[in-house]
């Protein structure tokens, strides 16, 4: 199985910050990331697909980034309602693999 | 806008089988690959596996002898079984659209395995 890793596990941050999440896989996954974030009692959100693809209705604050086995997730500015939990994911090859999970807090 | 809300029972003894349905509004189950993903409470994401509606399946391999998931075309419904289930079933089930990524959920599903 491929095995993705998300650091930080957890950051603190400010509204207004600019933060990077990085997921890393455990072997080249070319462009085959995707992003998703989860709130308490929510079922995951998809924010991009394919490692820089918006998906519709995603605010423009987000954006991915990275290719082989190296990825980030970057909000431009954070938003009260971006405080989650947020998820990379391989689908390069199945099993399809998730990173543990970045929890976002308020500072 | 698709809808999709999974359906069965919250608690599964042990060693019996876990059944639970996904019914599709929306959108035909007849164009799309369908998902099961889960996460035990507290924990992350675990796929399980997806279908076709030809009934093409790909499923995890750490849950491959266990699992079985089918579709019935004529009630817009995909549907998974999990066999032989311990507590470490336990988990908040979710059924998705697509094959690769997932841009529509169910609200989920917890179900509890304890006698």
């Known amino acids: 199985d491929i095995q993705m890793t998300q650091s930080p596990s957890s950051l603190a941050a400010s509204v207004g910050d600019r933060i990077t999440i990085t997921c890393r896989a455990s072997q080249t996954i070319s462009s085959f990331l995707n992003w998703y974030q989860q709130k308490p009692g929510k079922a995951p959100k998809l924010l991009i697909y394919v490692t820089t693809n918006l998906q519709s209705g995603v605010p423009s604050r987000f954006s991915g980034s990275g290719s082989g086995t190296d990825f980030t997730l970057t909000i431009g500015s954070l938003q009260p309602e971006d405080f989650a939990t947020y998820y990379c994911?391989?689908?390069?090859?199945?099993?399809?693999?998730f990173g543990q999970g970045t929890k976002l807090e308020i500072k | 806008q698709v809808q999709l809300q999974e359906s069965g029972p919250g608690l599964v003894k042990p060693s019996e089988t876990l059944s639970l349905t996904c019914t599709a509004s929306?959108?035909?189950?007849?164009?799309?690959?369908w998902s099961w993903i889960r996460q035990p409470p507290g924990k992350g994401l675990e796929w399980i596996g997806y279908?076709?509606?030809?009934?093409?399946?790909n499923y995890n391999p750490s849950l491959k002898s266990r699992v079985t998931i089918s579709v019935d075309t004529s009630k817009n419904q995909f549907s998974l079984k999990l066999s032989s289930v311990t507590a470490a079933d336990t988990a908040l089930y979710y059924c998705a659209r697509d094959r690769d990524y997932y841009g529509n959920w169910g609200q989920g599903t917890l179900v509890t395995v304890s006698t």
């Open positions: 929306g959108a035909s189950i007849s164009s799309y690959y």
């Open positions: 279908i076709y509606y030809s009934g093409s399946t």
């Open positions: 994911q391989q689908s390069y090859r199945t099993p399809y693999t």
